[in-house]
């Protein structure tokens, strides 16, 4: 099926790295944006040759050459243009189409595509700011949040009622073709085929390619509906595959930051912006794709994925991790990140600030954590059987690997997960002493040494901090779980003092009022209370008793049982490897199974 020539070769441009070509003969350095080295195409000792990965061209302050990853292939293997393009085509695995020879009528075509859409987002942001669009700018304004700045920086708008984008186009000399083509009028089959509008009582929100060319719309619904997002249909310069949003001006600050943040929506990219955050892309409504992925690395080598902390953002997780294991390269991954106390990056930032969100992205995950948290989930492993079956599943991922000194790595990696999980120890060496090894060697009348049923469990920060806002919020918690936090390991931080003295001043005086506790503990710990983001979190959301009692006893009994686990495994490496002592280890392994099987019978109630 013949294609347009220009389309093929911008998908061809899209797919292929200009700088993993280019770096395949000639040895570039970075310098700032770009990439040098010495010129392949004239003789020089001190490097001339630059290549511009996002702009896509190379070119030689010495000698003056220039050109894209096309040229490049034709120039340094002295190949035709058809030949170079076979070449690439191969190498991005396309299939080379039949080129008509209407090839540039259809680039001059598509120019006028991409003009009808500019157009197009004049007319939905000059309706946003008229009397029919009020409604849509409060929303904006309001609900949102956003600055007139952000609404024009993101040519924001809105669509009314009653076909007037057609009527608009029309007055302009567009035909209803080029309206159908480009998605921005559908036929109604019901009605005679009448043509109408395809988004209509929609803020708009236009959606452009790398270059800042408008190809698509995604249209946010107002009122109560369905589909709450509605983006445009494919058309022949839309493929909603390989583009994220707000690339082509998220791309210069991701690549000077170092940063790029994939979260899940238009709203969220905006949000981020807004606060300073300038290096946010999302996918167009639909799960990650390879091709969006892709995108991503010509900008940054490791962007990173936020995602919900609720279920449903592990699970997208979780699929994102399929899509990207087949196209790791080397120097080329991706982060996580999970949001825990909001359900999007535009509410966590509305009320608990950038400085909690900057956090998150300095505690970014790597994909081999996500992946070993995927070959993991809904596991037992109560069985040698089910420990190799667990084992060999977690290779079965890592054979979706197609890099081969990545997959080398990762088995690695896994290996070594496996063995500290299972407890699995390498045999020690024979040893070179004459003197038999025996067993039982320690004196019948020698005491077996006491043991700890289970050492204190220790609590992060963060925790300790939710259990302070909780019994702060509600005082009534501090007798109902001052008893169960002393088995606890609190550590050396202030926060922990103020839980502490919190615990205390219920002894001394009664603080079962909210407020009269806050100023009791504000004497001492003003600084502490002020920064109790938690706080201000759990008043603003109106969390209740039962939901907060959940979430402390889900936490402790999280740090008991991975307190348990650890112990649990420290006594089965000792029985292996000190057979002399097993008699004194077995018992404890036991009443640590006990203690661990007790908790767990006691979550499930």
Known sequence: MAEDLQKFLDELRTRLSLTEIIGEKVKLHRRGRDAVGLCPFHNEKTPSFSVNENKGFYHCFGCGAHGDIISFVMNTENLPFIEAVKKLAS???????????????????????????????????????????????????????????????FRLGYAPSGDGLKAFLQSRGISENDMVDLGLVSINEDRKNKVRDFFFDRVMIPIAD??????????????????????????????????????NLAKDAAYTQKRLIICEGYMDVMALDSFNFNYAVAPLGTALTEEQVMEAWKVCTTPILCFDGDSAGIKAAIRSVDRILPILRAGCSVNYIFLKEAKDPDELLHSLGPGIFEQYLNKSKPLVDILWHKCKMSRVFDTPEQKALFEKDVFAEVNKIKDTPIRAYYGQEMKRRITELFGIQNKPKKSTDTKPITKNTRKPSQPIKEYHLVKKPPLDDLFIRKIAAAMIMYPQLISQYEERLSIFEFGNHRMSKMLNEILEVSHQDDYSDSENLLGKLKLNYQQEIEGLWELGMYKMQNTTLPDIKKEINDGLSEAQLKQLDKEIKECITLMKNNTDNTDENYPKYQQLIKERNALLASIDK
């Open 91 to 153: 190498r991005a695995n396309m299939q080379l189409p039949a080129f008509s020879k209407e090839s540039q009528e259809a680039v001059m075509k598509r120019q006028s595509l991409y003009e009808i859409m500019d157009i197009t987002a004049d007319y939905f942001q000059k309706c946003l700011f008229m009397p029919v669009g009020a409604h849509a700018l409060k929303y904006l304004r309001e609900k949102r949040k956003f600055s007139d700045e952000t609404i024009k920086k």
């Open 210 to 247: 790398k270059h800042g060319n408008t190809i698509a719309f995604g249209g946010r619904i107002l009122k109560d509906g369905e589909p709450k997002y509605l983006n445009s249909p494919e058309t022949p310069i839309f493929n909603k595959r390989r583009i994220l949003y707000n690339m």
